[in-house]
C-alpha cells in the first residue's frame, strides 16, 4: 500500500499473451504503491512503450516474446542498452541453469517463477526497484559459481583496477567491506548521491552490470592484494594459486570480508573444494547477512533453504557459532571513527585537487 509521500513504482508489463498480461496487470495494480503500463506482447510494442513512456522504473516481462524462446530476455538486453536505470524483472518457465544465467547476463534483477503466487509478484517489484535481487537460492548459487569461473571476469581482475580512481578504489573497497551507500558516503564525506554515481562509473569503467558482479572481483587474489593489503600478509597462498582456495575463503571470511563469507557458504553447501557442511554453510550465511546489509535477500533466500534441511539442534548451534565467529571479527570502526574524528574537517578541506575533480564528475548521472 502507498503511504503519504510515497512515490509510485511505474511497471511496464508484458507476458507470452495478452490474457497473461491482463492477469499479471491486475495483480500489481492491487498495489497501490505500483503504476501498471501494459503493452501488447509482441517486441514491436515494448520497445515502443519504452520509448513512449519516459517514467518507467522496472519492466516485467515474459521470457518468451513473439513466439520465440528467450525473446523476452534479449529484449530485456535491448531496452536496457537504450535506458540503463530501467531494472528488469524476466518471468521463467523453466529452472534451467543456462536460462537463468542469460537472465542474469541481459541484466534482470529479478527472476519470478511460474510456480510463484502471483500475490508476490508486487513485492518483488518493490525489492527490484529499491536495488535488491529477488531471486532464489539456486539461481543465485548459478551466478556465484558462474561469476567465480567466468574467464572474462577474471581477465577483467587482471588488470581492470587500474582503470579507477583513487576515489573509486576506496568506494570499491567500502563495498567490499560490507558498507551500505550511506555507511560509504559518511566514511567518505560525501552525499549518497554522489556514492551511487561513482558506483554507475565503476560498472561502466570494470565492465560489470551488478554490486554482486563488482564485488565477486575482489576475490581474485590480485585485486585482495590491492584492496586489503593487511589481509594478504596474512593468507599466505594469496599469489601461489590462480584463484582462491578454500582456505584463503576462510581466512578472509574471518578477517571480515563480507563477500568471502558469502562465498564460504555456497562453497559449504555445494561440496566445492571441501566436503558439504550444511550447518557450516548455514553459519557463515548468518554472519554475512550481519556484514553485509545490501545482499540481504538472497542470503534470507539460502538461509530458508537451509532451515529446511537442518534439523532444530543445528539451526541453534550455527546460530551460537556464527554470533562468535561475529564478536571475534575485526571491528568494522573506520566509519565511526571517521564519523567521530576531529579532523575530518580539516581532512576534508585539504583532499587533492585530483579527488575534488572526481567528485565533482561523479555528482551527475545515474543512480545505481
Given at each position: 500500500?502507498?503511504?503519504?509521500?510515497?512515490?509510485?513504482?511505474?511497471?511496464?508489463?508484458?507476458?507470452?499473451?495478452?490474457?497473461?498480461?491482463?492477469?499479471?496487470?491486475?495483480?500489481?495494480?492491487?498495489?497501490?504503491?505500483?503504476?501498471?503500463?501494459?503493452?501488447?506482447?509482441?517486441?514491436?510494442?515494448?520497445?515502443?512503450?519504452?520509448?513512449?513512456?519516459?517514467?518507467?522504473?522496472?519492466?516485467?516481462?515474459?521470457?518468451?516474446?513473439?513466439?520465440?524462446?528467450?525473446?523476452?530476455?534479449?529484449?530485456?538486453?535491448?531496452?536496457?542498452?537504450?535506458?540503463?536505470?530501467?531494472?528488469?524483472?524476466?518471468?521463467?518457465?523453466?529452472?534451467?541453469?543456462?536460462?537463468?544465467?542469460?537472465?542474469?547476463?541481459?541484466?534482470?534483477?529479478?527472476?519470478?517463477?511460474?510456480?510463484?503466487?502471483?500475490?508476490?509478484?508486487?513485492?518483488?517489484?518493490?525489492?527490484?526497484?529499491?536495488?535488491?535481487?529477488?531471486?532464489?537460492?539456486?539461481?543465485?548459487?548459478?551466478?556465484?559459481?558462474?561469476?567465480?569461473?567466468?574467464?572474462?571476469?577474471?581477465?577483467?581482475?587482471?588488470?581492470?583496477?587500474?582503470?579507477?580512481?583513487?576515489?573509486?578504489?576506496?568506494?570499491?573497497?567500502?563495498?567490499?567491506?560490507?558498507?551500505?551507500?550511506?555507511?560509504?558516503?559518511?566514511?567518505?564525506?560525501?552525499?549518497?548521491?554522489?556514492?551511487?554515481?561513482?558506483?554507475?562509473?565503476?560498472?561502466?569503467?570494470?565492465?560489470?552490470?551488478?554490486?554482486?558482479?563488482?564485488?565477486?572481483?575482489?576475490?581474485?587474489?590480485?585485486?585482495?592484494?590491492?584492496?586489503?593489503?593487511?589481509?594478504?600478509?596474512?593468507?599466505?597462498?594469496?599469489?601461489?594459486?590462480?584463484?582462491?582456495?578454500?582456505?584463503?575463503?576462510?581466512?578472509?571470511?574471518?578477517?571480515?570480508?563480507?563477500?568471502?563469507?558469502?562465498?564460504?557458504?555456497?562453497?559449504?553447501?555445494?561440496?566445492?573444494?571441501?566436503?558439504?557442511d550444511l550447518a557450516s554453510s548455514y553459519m557463515w550465511y548468518?554472519?554475512?547477512?550481519?556484514?553485509?546489509?545490501?545482499?540481504?535477500?538472497?542470503?534470507?533466500?539460502?538461509?530458508?533453504?537451509?532451515?529446511?534441511?537442518?534439523?532444530?539442534?543445528?539451526?541453534?548451534?550455527?546460530?551460537?557459532?556464527?554470533?562468535?565467529?561475529?564478536?571475534?571479527?575485526?571491528?568494522?570502526?573506520?566509519?565511526?571513527?571517521?564519523?567521530?574524528?576531529?579532523?575530518?574537517?580539516?581532512?576534508?578541506?585539504?583532499?587533492?585537487?585530483?579527488?575534488?575533480?572526481?567528485?565533482?564528475?561523479?555528482?551527475?548521472?545515474?543512480?545505481?
Amino acid at each position: 500500500m502507498q503511504t503519504q509521500g510515497q512515490a509510485p513504482i511505474h511497471v511496464l508489463v508484458a507476458d507470452t499473451t495478452r490474457m497473461y498480461t491482463e492477469l499479471l496487470a491486475d495483480a500489481l495494480g492491487r498495489d497501490r504503491q505500483i503504476q501498471v503500463i501494459s503493452a501488447a506482447p509482441s517486441a514491436t510494442s515494448i520497445l515502443a512503450s519504452v520509448k513512449q513512456h519516459k517514467d518507467i522504473d522496472v519492466v516485467v516481462l515474459g521470457s518468451h516474446v513473439d513466439e520465440i524462446p528467450l525473446h523476452g530476455i534479449a529484449l530485456l538486453r535491448e531496452i536496457r542498452a537504450m535506458r540503463a536505470e530501467i531494472k528488469g524483472v524476466i518471468l521463467l518457465d523453466t529452472s534451467k541453469k543456462e536460462v537463468i544465467l542469460e537472465a542474469f547476463r541481459a541484466g534482470a534483477k529479478g527472476l519470478f517463477g511460474r510456480h510463484e503466487p502471483l500475490e508476490t509478484l508486487g513485492k518483488c517489484v518493490q525489492q527490484v526497484h529499491a536495488g535488491q535481487i529477488w531471486a532464489n537460492s539456486e539461481q543465485m548459487g548459478y551466478a556465484v559459481e558462474a561469476l567465480a569461473s567466468s574467464p572474462n571476469i577474471r581477465a577483467v581482475n587482471a588488470n581492470g583496477l587500474n582503470l579507477l580512481s583513487k576515489r573509486e578504489l576506496e568506494v570499491v573497497r567500502s563495498l567490499a567491506e560490507g558498507l551500505t551507500n550511506r555507511e560509504i558516503a559518511d566514511h567518505l564525506g560525501l552525499s549518497q548521491h554522489t556514492i551511487k554515481n561513482y558506483l554507475f562509473r565503476i560498472f561502466d569503467k570494470l565492465g560489470v552490470s551488478s554490486r554482486m558482479e563488482l564485488l565477486f572481483l575482489t576475490l581474485n587474489q590480485n585485486n585482495a592484494a590491492s584492496l586489503f593489503p593487511e589481509l594478504a600478509t596474512k593468507v599466505k597462498n594469496i599469489a601461489s594459486v590462480e584463484a582462491p582456495s578454500f582456505a584463503w575463503y576462510q581466512k578472509a571470511a574471518s578477517e571480515g570480508m563480507a563477500l568471502a563469507q558469502m562465498a564460504l557458504a555456497q562453497m559449504l553447501s555445494r561440496r566445492e573444494g571441501t566436503r558439504r557442511d550444511l550447518a557450516s554453510s548455514y553459519m557463515w550465511y548468518l554472519v554475512s547477512e550481519y556484514s553485509c546489509k545490501e545482499l540481504g535477500p538472497e542470503i534470507v533466500a539460502a538461509l530458508r533453504s537451509l532451515e529446511a534441511q537442518l534439523t532444530p539442534e543445528e539451526i541453534l548451534e550455527a546460530r551460537r557459532k556464527a554470533e562468535q565467529a561475529i564478536q571475534h571479527m575485526p571491528k568494522a570502526s573506520h566509519v565511526d571513527q571517521h564519523q567521530n574524528n576531529p579532523h575530518r574537517e580539516h581532512s576534508e578541506k585539504t583532499r587533492s585537487q585530483k579527488d575534488r575533480k572526481d567528485d565533482v564528475a561523479a555528482s551527475p548521472g545515474s543512480v545505481v
